[in-house]
């Protein structure tokens, strides 16, 4: 078994900055690449951003200079700085790690979810 577990979203001004973070734990040989998805109501789910175990950065042209995406591979962590958030930022926010279980089946796991409301 594998869990994600994230924290950090909330309600903030226009704005304003959320820091998120995922943990991942569990039955994991490896992790390649981590991400940050958002689902806002009606819409599917999209790339916010995401880094490789490398520290490659791939990010949505939406959040371009406004979200940096990191991770500590030692923990199996990903983060991400959320700055100048704007209301269109609204979504439930899903933490995404790819990599191999300890069967070395490749596999993809996902975090419960966490929301991010962007109001006055």
């Known amino acids: 078994q594998v869990q994600l577990v994230e924290s950090g979203g909330g309600l903030v001004q226009p704005g304003g900055s959320l820091r998120l973070s995922c943990a991942a734990s569990?039955?994991?040989?490896?992790?390649?690449?981590m991400g940050w998805y958002q689902q806002a109501p009606g819409k599917e789910r999209e790339l916010v951003a995401q880094?490789?175990?490398?520290?490659?950065?791939n990010y949505a042209d939406s959040v371009k200079g406004r979200f940096t995406i990191s991770r500590d591979n030692g923990k199996n962590s990903v983060f991400l700085q959320m700055n100048s958030l704007k209301a269109e930022d609204t979504a439930v926010y899903y933490c995404?790690?790819?990599?191999?279980?300890?069967?070395?089946?490749?596999?993809?796991?996902w975090g419960q979810g966490t929301q991010v409301t962007v109001s006055t």
């Open positions: 995404n790690a790819r990599g191999r279980d300890i069967d070395y089946y490749p596999v993809s796991w």
């Open positions: 569990g039955s994991i040989f490896s992790i390649n690449a």
């Open positions: 880094i490789t175990s490398d520290g490659s950065t």
